[in-house]
């Protein structure tokens, strides 16, 4: 099933644009991994299908009962709640429920009111109806996994220990897909084990960002490569990926080498003066002038960026 489509999306915070007419397709039980080198705007195509800021063009075509869960890079500063809490807070409107039902048990606790016990049945049914005790054993079996006290405040936790939580609390969506930055950020190896079998066990689509290279080998089925703005799609695992972008980087090495040799003989020609000007050749000025231009708009890899200056001859004067 298709989770999520996009068509000629654009993105552009600067001179260079980060998406240029981007396409790709994501569907139910892909584990696909987001590769590009630093600052290509990995984070902002993840922030952009989480819809947490709009692409300048294009569209996004999600499924009609979609649900996305994104975990971002960063761990909040600040999150006031135990772990439960927090966990609970990614349930929405049943949280909300199990969240009452709590406050008023632990109230009529204290001091025994009829207008609480009516509203503790009225919750109770509720949770009947929605499923929502089921959602309450699978947070605290998520937790006990993770060997943690529900009472335990969140901002107490170490940082790998907060992802994890975090981690619990977009599995509990069971979402239909799931992004992650970074995911294993912080996380010892353990930690990390428990996630890639959470992970392999989830049933739904997958877009993660990662540098973990055994991580991302052990979890991807496919590859989405960002490259000077392009999204390119490769199937298989991490290392037919990059046998295979290797060989189109060669290629693609190849064809600049032909054009710039084209352009050189090209320009040395134009400099020749009134040879250039006479009607029978004026194609050719034009095709140079193309030639130009497609140059000119070249996007060089990050860290390949060659110059190449043209001396011009001197004029009689």
């Not at 987001?34 to 063009?57: F, P, Q, T, W, Y």
């Not at 909300?96 to 009225?122: F, M, P, V």
């Not at 977009?170 to 428990?194: G, M």
Request: with cysteine.
């Amino acid at each position: 099933m298709l989770v999520v489509q996009t068509q000629d999306l654009c993105l552009s915070f600067g001179a260079a644009p980060i998406l240029e007419n981007a396409k790709f397709v994501i569907e139910t039980g892909e584990r696909v991994c987001l590769v590009g080198r630093n600052g290509e705007g990995k984070s902002s195509l993840m922030r952009v299908l989480a819809g947490e800021i709009e692409a300048d063009a294009g569209t996004i075509r999600r499924h009609s009962d979609a649900q996305i869960a994104y975990l971002p890079q960063d761990v909040p500063a600040d999150m006031p709640g135990t772990a439960y809490d927090i966990v609970l807070s990614g349930l929405g409107e049943v949280g909300h429920l199990l969240q009452n039902y709590q406050s008023l048990s632990a109230k009529i606790a204290q001091h025994t009111d009829a207008e609480c016990l009516k509203e503790l049945e009225a919750a109770q049914e509720k949770l009947d109806a929605t499923k929502g005790w089921d959602l309450q054993h699978r947070i605290e079996n998520q937790l006990q996994r993770l060997q943690l006290s529900p009472q335990t405040l969140f901002n107490n936790l170490s940082g790998g220990m907060k992802r994890q939580v975090l981690m619990a609390r977009s599995l509990i969506q069971n979402p239909n897909l799931l992004i992650l930055d970074e995911p294993t950020n912080h996380l010892d190896i353990q930690a990390i084990e428990w996630l890639e079998g959470a992970l392999k066990a989830f049933h739904g689509a997958l877009l993660f960002v990662t540098h973990d290279r055994m991580f991302l080998r052990r979890l991807a089925t496919r590859i989405i490569d960002l490259d000077r703005g392009t999204l390119t799609s490769w199937p298989g695992n991490y290392d037919q990926y990059q046998t295979h972008k290797q060989a189109a980087l060669e290629a693609q090495d190849a064809q600049w080498a032909r054009l710039d040799k084209k352009l050189a003989k090209e320009e040395a020609w134009i400099r020749q003066g009134i040879k250039a000007r006479r009607t029978r050749n004026e194609g050719r000025v034009r095709a140079l002038q193309a030639l130009r231009t497609e140059r000119k708009a070249r996007r060089e890899q990050t860290g390949k960026a060659s110059i190449v200056v043209h001396e011009a001859e001197q004029t009689g004067k």
